[in-house]
DNA sequence: GTTGTAATGTGGTCATTACCAGTTATAATT
DNA sequence: AATTATAACTGGTAATGACCACATTACAAC
């Protein structure tokens, strides 16, 4: 079952197993999965292995450990890594909403101070600007603009953009960008009227802004945005853990 | 250096030297700290104990890793776990904050239905309910509401509340009750005139509502909390991680 | 029945050894 | 001088073996 000749790590391997069987069912939340020696014989491979391959789904929420008693499903939750945090479109579908953009400009300019800053980047850097409005089930719920510091020979075009729709994807995929790690601000601002009218609400109506600094697989920041929300449309939703 | 007769385990003492080491400045951001060949001689334990150590801090965000290349120190973030996360003494006083607190009530009823459910009681069961106002710096910053599940012989007193300030502290060191994970969701509300005058703001005034599920160390929810922020007082921050 | 205790099973820690996989400096080659 | 290979680093994966700490069960003693 475990392919030793593989490029792919063993515990990798064993944790998706593992991990199959709890998506599926046959391993039910709260229930205890077989033991790490039993497991260690049932698919001979070595405690260090098992218990690695354990680490790795403890960490991603899937099973919690209890000293002297044993390893149990965790109860499913909001089940948010990374992943369908930062990305606007699996979130929505997630929620059982279509999500759907309108690209409004996509261009290299001279950003905010602010933004200059944040992205550990010197004066009059230019970056790549891309302002969008982020749709649920075709109605507008937000107005997203990003500030993305790349490389000269990292370019993005609209159309890239609007086939796959997914700006990490696009990082990820051509640039080997990872994104690992983010701080993220929210609070609560009025609608100016431009954004109003954007969003289709009442100049004056309450926003929920959604401020995101993300960094890469080497700890750099690699793009900041601002997300203004319809307050009456959208949720945030996360998951802490220790 | 690493006492191996503590009942501390020798990767713990190890991780807390080197966080020290990070803490202190002796190694600034970016920088390389010493490699796991290095510290294996220099602290005399396994590279297993040495991988275990770092595996930790990288966890909590100190140090990351690059294959082939080191380890090296995380720029100062954030820098918050769940502990900051969910005390609400410790967030402002890490923001420069004074905190402080009125409890308006606390005492066993019959909840919402809502909250029965979230906290998978069954129904007719009685609840702590803990309100209190949040202030900063003297002034209300926000309103919250406490539901919590607790053994009949877990009492909690007024005085208790007071004297420490901090719920979490009370549950950690009478009840052995760690919190461990949270759920979190955040929206926008407007305030409804009881709570504009509680919170000395103008009814209908936007407010963030901050809703949160706490899980123990064995994943049981043992709290459900809403808290109503002044939208113009308050800003909610959060790390995300892969 | 209750209590204490030993056995057993669980995850937690640690040392040792070996090799693999990226990165970078250095030496050899051209 | 530029290029290429090599060696010497780095962290990543894996097996093996030992013992510790905690929880539960079985059972003997009372």
């Known amino acids: 079952m475990i392919n030793p000749y593989d490029i792919i790590p063993k515990y990798y391997q064993l944790a998706n197993i593992l991990r199959q069987k709890i998506r599926e069912g046959e391993w039910p939340p709260r229930t205890p999965i077989p033991s790490e020696r039993q497991l ?13 391959a354990i680490d790795y789904l403890e960490k991603q929420g899937f099973v919690y450990r ?78 997203q603009t990003s500030y993305l510091k790349l490389a000269e020979e990292q370019v993005i075009h609209r ?12 990082l990820q995929d051509k640039f080997n960008i990872i994104p690992t790690e983010a701080d993220e601000t929210l ?20 926003l929920l802004l959604n401020e995101r600094l993300l960094y890469n697989q080497n700890r750099e920041p690699v793009e900041f945005v601002k997300i203004l929300y319809r307050g009456d449309r959208y949720r945030y939703l996360t998951r802490l853990t220790k």
Request: net charge negative; proline share 7%; hydrophobic share 35%.
């Open 159 to 170: 159309e890239d953009l609007e086939a796959t729709g997914s700006l990490y994807r696009i």
């Open 187 to 206: 609070e609560v601002t009025l609608a100016t009227p431009s954004e109003a009218s954007l969003l289709q609400i009442k100049a004056g109506a309450p």
């Open 66 to 143: 209890e000293h002297g008693r044993g390893t149990f499903v965790s109860p499913q939750k909001l089940q948010k890594g990374m992943q369908e945090l930062t990305s606007f479109s699996e979130d929505m579908l997630r929620r059982g909403i279509q999500p759907g953009q309108v690209i409004q400009s996509i261009e290299y300019l001279l950003p905010p101070e602010e933004v200059l800053q944040r992205l550990e980047l010197s004066p009059n850097t230019k970056v790549l600007r891309i302002e969008r409005i982020r749709l649920g089930d075709g109605n507008p719920i937000g107005l």
């Open 40 to 52: 260690e014989t049932q698919y001979s491979v070595s405690r260090t292995t098992i218990r690695q």
